[in-house]
């Protein structure tokens, strides 16, 4: 194997691929990176057996060939390169790089030793823009329950043109609150329903983030199989098994009304409610909302033994009746740094009951909260 490439395309790719590089004490070639060169270009290839990313660099590829090597050296060393090209060539168990006036080895393992990443059939395609798909897996990432006692609430939900939506649907809730978001598809029209794992989206998070701003396409690709997702995008595809088994059916916990909605500015809310946690009981974290339809006014409060107490009032929009509610003020702020509009409209249904956050005039975001219990 012998190649040319630029230094930042090397490390970019080694960068997109790095994500899903780990320490694995016993697989240890899963610390590596394979690295492939054919047909006038080169891919890079890392997994953690959960997931796998591809990333490919033009190159003028003398001599085709494959290797693996430590991704982390290999990352750190490119890095510290200030030519602009980078020649390679594998000679028996090492990877020789020059660039410039700078010369190294690195000692590697062949690639066959290197797990195999099965392709993903495409059973079902979808394309959609990658900015709003990036915006809607970041908006309900953080409602994932952060351990696997139940498999699937460790996941996302994912569903093309269910009844629920036509388009797609994501959803993430841990059992104490559950975030929803929905966009429009752009190509394809099968329904399809998945759980992608938490780690999976916050890779595909990751990456959709590093690859913003360059030259090239607007269009995320996704195709769905029956254990299996691939993301394509620009030249970087990643695939990743699914989560067995049936997601919650969590819109049974939506209220369809309510007895009680206020409108508030979003950032004067969030600074009152940052302002409340700093009085709140450690672990319990909880700040009370209370809404006075009379005055129209929000009222925050909460009280801790060890700091004291705080209480605020926001001016109001009020729709219905009076109604208290004490909320983890993590979740709450969790929710609303995901809201893009000025203002937020909160609504509830008394003091036991699940409320709900949501952008004003817009019903393609909800946040559900459940109350903390006295």
């Known amino acids: 194997m012998k190649f040319i490439c630029t230094r930042e395309n090397f490390s970019h790719a080694l960068d997109v691929v790095g994500g899903v590089v780990g320490k694995q004490a016993n697989l240890p070639i899963l610390s590596h990176v394979c690295i492939v060169a054919a047909d006038a270009k080169v891919e890079f290839i890392g997994t953690n057996l959960e997931v796998a990313i591809?990333?490919?660099?033009?190159?003028?590829?003398?001599?085709?060939?494959?290797?693996?090597?430590?991704?982390?050296?290999?990352?750190?060393?490119?890095?510290?390169?200030?030519?602009?090209?980078?020649?390679?060539?594998?000679?028996?168990?090492?990877?020789?790089?020059?660039?410039?006036?700078?010369?190294?080895?690195?000692?590697?393992?062949?690639a066959d030793e290197f797990p195999v990443i099965p392709d993903v059939e495409e059973t079902h395609g979808y394309v959609l823009l990658v900015n709003p798909f990036r915006d809607a897996l970041s908006k309900v990432i953080s409602s994932a329950a952060r351990n696997d006692i139940r498999p699937e609430l460790a996941g996302v939900y994912v569903g093309f043109f269910t009844d629920r939506f036509q388009g797609l649907l994501l959803a993430a809730t841990d059992s104490y609150r559950l975030a929803e978001k929905k966009i429009s598809v752009s190509q394809g029209t099968d329904e399809v329903r998945c759980i992608v794992p938490a780690r999976t989206v916050s890779e595909m998070i990751r990456i959709l983030t590093v690859l913003h701003g360059e030259e090239g396409e607007s269009q995320v690709r996704l195709s769905v199989s029956q254990n299996q997702i691939a993301l394509r995008y620009n030249t970087v595809e990643m695939t990743s098994r699914l989560i067995d088994g049936t997601y919650p059916d969590y819109a049974q916990i939506i209220p369809e009304t309510f007895k009680t909605s206020v409108v508030v500015p979003k950032d004067i809310l969030i600074n009152k409610i940052k302002a409340a946690s700093l009085f709140t009981t450690s672990g319990v974290n909880a700040v009370s909302l209370a809404v006075n339809a009379g005055e129209k006014t929000l009222g925050i409060s909460s009280v801790s033994t060890q700091t004291g107490e705080h209480s605020s009032t926001i001016d109001a929009d009020v729709t219905g009746v009076d109604g208290t509610i004490l909320l983890n003020h993590r979740y709450i702020l969790d929710g609303l740094q995901h809201i893009d509009t000025d203002e937020v409209e909160f609504s509830m249904n008394g003091s036991d009951a699940p409320c709900l956050f949501k952008p004003k005039g817009d019903d393609h975001y909800l946040y559900i909260v459940m109350p903390v219990r006295q």
């Open 54 to 110: 591809r990333a490919s660099v033009r190159a003028k590829v003398d001599s085709a060939g494959s290797f693996t090597v430590p991704a982390k050296t290999l990352a750190d060393f490119v890095h510290l390169l200030m030519d602009e090209q980078v020649e390679v060539e594998l000679k028996e168990n090492e990877l020789h790089i020059r660039s410039g006036n700078s010369y190294t080895k690195i000692k590697g393992v062949p």
